[in-house]
């Protein structure tokens, strides 16, 4: 079996994250693709494989629908952008691969990933915690219904699935602009596979997971989740 990984996103906290990486996403023959933005004047000084940083992009966005609070929409839309190029980078290689994987650099995944156990038909994904949102577009209720929504920062997915994952950036913002989804990441991601029927199902919930973020729900740390809500590690 190989997989290609497919590295998206702002380069943070990539020296704390580097071993659960190695140890539980990258612990199989795999090929490394990367594609990473930011929306700040920062050198990454442990950005790994010193891959090139692009800028935010400003997608001249004109308020056409609504917005999660909070939200910046060139930020979300870089975010989309990001994950779309690191599929299309596997894509376009000359490799076959069993599955693909999209990851985030501050990713933290407590137990091995067994790829060899996963229904290569379904794209597998990351249980959000019993306190989240059971928000969800009505066609992602309608086509697929897995609730609570699953978290958008990995998921492990067939061709098929890098192929839809690589076509996000521009489809969800049509879909923004003309269906009145919600500006997140999260309403976005999830209605985009619902319109390319794509099969989800819920990684094993013996694998804990999480973003590693500064100042973030408890404070300083690693911040991991599972089914039953946010813990600290």
Not at 94 to 113: E, M, P
Not at 149 to 157: A, E, G, N, Q, S
Not at 197 to 204: E, I, Q, S, V
Request: charged fraction near 20%; proline fraction near 6%.
């Amino acid at each position: 079996m190989k997989i290609a990984i497919c590295l998206s996103g702002e380069p943070r906290f990539t020296k704390e994250s580097r071993e659960h990486f190695n140890k539980c996403i990258a612990h199989v023959p795999h090929d490394l693709f990367i594609h990473s933005w930011s929306d700040k004047a920062l050198e990454f000084s442990d950005h790994i494989c010193g891959a090139e940083i692009e800028p935010c992009i400003d997608f001249g966005y004109k308020r056409c629908g609504p917005v999660e609070p909070g939200l910046l929409p060139n930020n979300v839309l870089s975010q989309l952008h990001s994950i779309s190029e690191s599929f299309k980078l596997a894509l376009a290689s000359d490799n076959q691969y069993d599955l693909y994987v999209r990851c985030r650099f501050d990713v933290f995944v407590g137990n091995q990933i067994q790829y060899r156990f996963l229904n290569k038909r379904a794209t597998h994904m990351l249980p959000e915690g019993k306190n989240s949102l059971p928000r969800g577009s009505d066609l992602y209720r309608q086509n697929i219904n897995l609730l609570p929504l699953p978290k958008d920062f990995f998921w492990v997915t067939n061709h098929y699935g890098a192929v839809v994952s690589s076509n996000l950036a521009l489809s969800t913002l049509e879909s923004h602009q003309k269906e009145g989804i919600v500006l997140c990441p999260e309403d976005l991601i999830f209605h985009h596979f619902a319109k390319n029927n794509l099969k989800l199902h819920y990684l094993p919930n013996n694998i804990s997971n999480g973003l590693y973020r500064t100042n973030h729900h408890h404070g300083d740390g690693l911040v991991l989740y599972n089914r039953n809500g946010p813990y600290k590690k």
